[in-house]
Every structure is written in C-alpha cells, then in structure tokens.
C-alpha cells in the first residue's frame, strides 16, 4: 500500500512538474487502480507482478525528475564503495523478493498442476509432483495445495491402481487427511477446506472400515453455517447424515437440486442419495433426470449399479446396452464390458453387434477366446 501511494504521489508530482500531461497521469492513475481491484479477486500472477516492478521503478523516475532543483552547495558525493554495496544490496533484496514471492509460487503452483493433469493415468508419477509441492519451501497458501492433493487422493482411492500399494494408499490417505485438517483449522472462515476436509473424514472411514466420527459432522455443518446455500457444503452434509439421518439428508440433496436445477450433479446426488438409502426406482429416475440435464459419467464403475437396477428389476434391455455402449467408451480396454456388451446386443436381437463385441473380447483377452467362440456359435 505504500508502495502505490508512492506512485500516485509522484504521478500527481510529474503532472504539477509538466513532465506528464493530464491524459498520460490519467491513464497511469487507472492502471494503479485496476491492478489493486484485480488483488481483491484473483491472485497476483508473474506478469501482474513484473508490471507491478516495472511501475515502481517507473515512479520512482518520475519522482526524481520533476524533483526541485537542489542548490549545489547541499549536495554531498557518496562514496563509491558505499553506492555499489548498497546497490549489490538491494539486487540481493530485489532477487530474493523474486523469490520469495514470484518464483517459488510459480513452481507450486506447477506442481501441482502436472499432478493433477497426469492424475490416474500415471498415480506415481502424479504423487511425485504433489510430494515435490509438499516438500517446497515458503508454501504459502498451504489451504489450495491441501484442497487439490486431497481431492486427487479421494479420487485415487475411489478408482484404486495396481500401482499403488494399499500400505501406500493408507498414507498418502493419511497425509491427505492431516494436511486438510492443518490448513481448515488455520483458515476457518474457508468454506471450500470445511466440505474438503469431510470428504477426507469420509475417505478415511471408508478406507479403514470405521463408522465416520462425530467430528465430520462438525465439519461439513461448520461449512455449511458460512455458506447455507452453497451446494457444495450441503451435499458433503448429506453424505455424513446419510448414515444417521436418511430422509433428512434426502431432504438437502432435493434442495440442492431446487437451489441449482440446470446443475447435473445435484440431480446425480440425488440419485445416489436414494439409492444409498434402497429407493432404486427413483433413484433412477433422478439419475435419468441428471443425464437429460448433461451429466457426464466419470467411469464405467459409476453407471455399474444403474445397468444392474435396468437388468434385474427394470428388465429394461435397450436401457442396459445404452448404458454398457457408453461404458466401453470410458473403458475400452476392459473385456468383460465388452462381455457384457455383446449379451446385451443378443439381448435386443442385434446378432451382428454382439459378434463384434464378443471378437473385441477375444482382441483384448485371448484367454477368454473358448467362451467367446461358443457365445459366437449360439448366435448362428
């Protein structure tokens, strides 16, 4: 802050001086003014903050040259060991500054975006830059690196990889958890670390087989109180009352749907929530309602207990293979979805489809070739 009162003032200094005209002092007046607005809104980047650098030397220009001239009788010489310590000084300060407030963050902030883009594809490979954004010093919005690497975790928990250990899952889930908890507690007036943190209450039970702790509650409630219509903190709440409390915690996945009614997800939760408590037919209507609305599924294990309801009770075939077309795509290189995808085309009548399947089956799994030819004999 004072630094850009020090800009202003010599802004208006130039303008009195004549070395700007009131155009020029104008327009560097706005850009003072748009960066600050720009710090209420989004965090400084490199090229605000090389602007930023830019201008104060700039100001500090304008500064000396409409300065009143100095009689000669006061001016001193300095010595020049004295200007060039100082000056190596101040090039010392500047650069750690860069540092400090620039460099490090940008190489944060870098981490943690190429583990969360490589993600399942590759989850060593992705913990090895989330541990190098841990390990980095002057980590300063520890709550965003918190919030992204227990998002990642919850996410690898969920889909599991052979690559990762279970000893290994439990602590990287662990670390995750105690990293949330950390930050949340730090900066309690963030709604997005209390649901954050619920999650990894959730996340931890799940992974240990333990009931979830009161503390969850707590904390989804906590998010909840700062936020009462945000979707995000009321739908972490339902999770944690689903357990306790079914029908109330029906009752705030229908308000998420009411509060955000062209968002997918809420009517997606809704289906899960109604699922979760045995209402399978509404359920799927809900997950029918949330498709219409655009939602996309996640992998071919999410729409699993969608195709089992259609199968088993609804005994909706056109449904299942709609359902298994789709799954094959967010799985191709799994043999039983296409297993399962050529005895739905059977199902329907649709022989040619279903040979094509079950040949893609023999194409990924030559083992399973025996069954496969005698699913293909059946069909002639």
């Known amino acids: 802050m004072a630094i850009l009162t020090f800009g202003v003032w010599a802004v208006f200094k130039a303008r009195k001086a004549g070395l700007l005209t009131w155009s020029e002092a104008c327009v560097l007046l706005a850009g003072i003014i748009a960066y600050q607005v720009q710090n209420f809104f989004a965090f400084d980047t490199i090229t605000a903050n090389i602007a930023f650098f830019i201008f104060t030397g700039f100001s500090a ?37 860069f540092f400090l407030t620039v460099w490090s963050p940008y190489i944060i902030s870098k981490d943690i975006n190429y583990g969360l883009n ?75 670390n209390w649901y954050t943190l619920t999650n990894m209450y959730m996340v931890k039970a799940n992974f240990e087989h333990t009931t979830l702790p009161k503390e969850a509650t707590d904390a989804a409630q906590a998010g909840v109180n ?36 062209n968002i997918p997800d809420t009517s997606w939760w809704l289906a899960l929530g ?52 789709q799954a094959v795509k967010l799985d191709p290189n799994n043999f039983q979805l296409y297993a399962n995808l050529a005895a739905a085309y059977a199902q329907v009548g ?7 399947a079950a040949q893609k089956v023999i194409q990924l799994n030559p083992a399973a070739a025996p069954n496969a030819q005698a699913f293909i004999q059946s069909l002639k």
């Open 118 to 192: 490589i993600g399942l594809r590759d989850p060593q490979w992705a913990l090895s830059f989330f541990d190098d954004a841990k390990a980095r010093p002057f980590v300063f919005d520890k709550g965003d690196l918190a919030t992204k690497y227990s998002d990642f975790i919850a996410t690898l928990s969920l889909a599991g990889d052979p690559q990762i250990s279970h000893n290994q899952l439990g602590s990287e889930i662990n670390d995750a958890f105690n990293m949330m908890k950390q930050a949340t507690l730090k900066t309690k007036n963030e709604p997005i």
């Open 274 to 325: 109604l699922r979760q408590v045995g209402d399978l037919q509404d359920a799927a209507q809900a997950a029918e309602i949330a498709v219409s609305k655009g939602y996309q599924f996640k992998s071919s294990t999410e729409m699993q207990w969608l195709i089992n309801y259609y199968a088993d009770q609804a005994k909706n075939y056109p449904k299942v293979l709609a359902l298994y077309e």
């Open 226 to 261: 700062l936020v009462p219509d945000r979707i995000q903190n009321l739908y972490y709440l339902a999770q944690v009352k689903l357990q306790t409390d079914p029908q109330g915690a029906l009752d705030i996945l229908k308000k998420c749907v009411q509060l955000a009614p």
């Open 350 to 356: 649709d022989k040619p489809d279903a040979i094509a």
């Open 61 to 97: 220009y304008l500064w000396d040259a409409s300065a009143e001239e100095v009689p000669q009788m006061a001016r001193f010489t300095v010595p020049v060991w004295l200007s060039l310590g100082v000056g190596a000084g101040l090039y010392v300060l500047a650069a750690y500054s």
